[in-house]
């Protein structure tokens, strides 16, 4: 089988089998989003750490903006590269990278921009009882999680170094999966997302991904630097 045949049938059946369970499993707004959000929500349905230094501050922008900060590195290395030497042979892998970067962050932005689902703090109703979900809520612009795509957006690391050094690819890949959760789950503790919201981020954002590495792993693997 032609490599770029398995290529495309591994990661075919891997996005349709985990739209599936997307689809069925986290519905949004859905029975686990309700169960994993519960635990942040005061008996009269307010997040109670929707303004949480350490959430709203801390994660929501210093962590944020360390990740970008190393987004922003291999854009200066891809500049670099027309200048040195020792940096021209990874050209193509650091234009690559900070490309899918901004592709796929962008992508989850524009789709959240024109999104109908609210965020889970705009959609809780007081009651004398207590609170109800109001799913029918016409705020928007909450979906998929753009905060959480800030890390998961590392998945390209995977990609680019896949080819040359799976030990780094692996390392983008775990550091993707964890940035990426850890920035989501800090967000729904707030309030500001579902589960769901995150974990299509991260479907949507793997599928950029493997979709463009379909037309481009030749171009890794002719790299010079490649080894065994």
Not at 1 to 6: A, G, N, P, S
Not at 14 to 43: A, E, H, N
């Amino acid at each position: 089988m032609h490599d770029q045949q398995r290529i495309i049938l591994y990661q075919g059946c891997f996005l349709i089998v985990s739209f599936c369970v997307l689809w069925i499993g986290f519905p949004i707004g859905g029975t686990l989003d309700l169960i994993l959000i519960d635990p942040w929500i005061s008996p009269s349905g307010q997040f109670m750490l929707r303004d949480n230094w350490y959430l709203a501050e801390l994660n929501h922008r210093y962590i944020k903006n360390f990740i970008i900060l190393i987004y922003v590195s291999f854009l200066i290395l891809w500049l670099g590269s027309f200048k040195f030497n020792t940096l021209k042979p990874n050209r193509w892998r650091y234009g690559y990278f900070f490309g899918m970067v901004i592709l796929s962050t962008s992508m989850i932005g524009l789709l959240k921009s024109q999104s109908a689902h609210a965020c889970p703090w705009n959609i809780t109703i007081p009651t004398p009882q207590g609170f109800f979900w109001d799913f029918s809520a016409t705020k928007g612009h909450c979906f998929p999680g753009g905060h959480a795509a800030t890390g998961f957006a590392m998945m390209a690391g995977y990609f680019v170094f896949r080819d040359s050094n799976q030990k780094r690819a692996y390392f983008y890949l775990i550091s993707a999966v964890i940035l990426g959760f850890a920035l989501g789950w800090a967000q729904m503790m707030r309030g500001a997302h579902f589960l769901s919201h995150n974990l299509w981020t991260a479907w949507i954002i793997w599928l950029i991904n493997v979709v463009f590495y379909i037309f481009n792993y030749k171009k890794f693997s002719l790299d010079p630097n490649k080894t065994p």
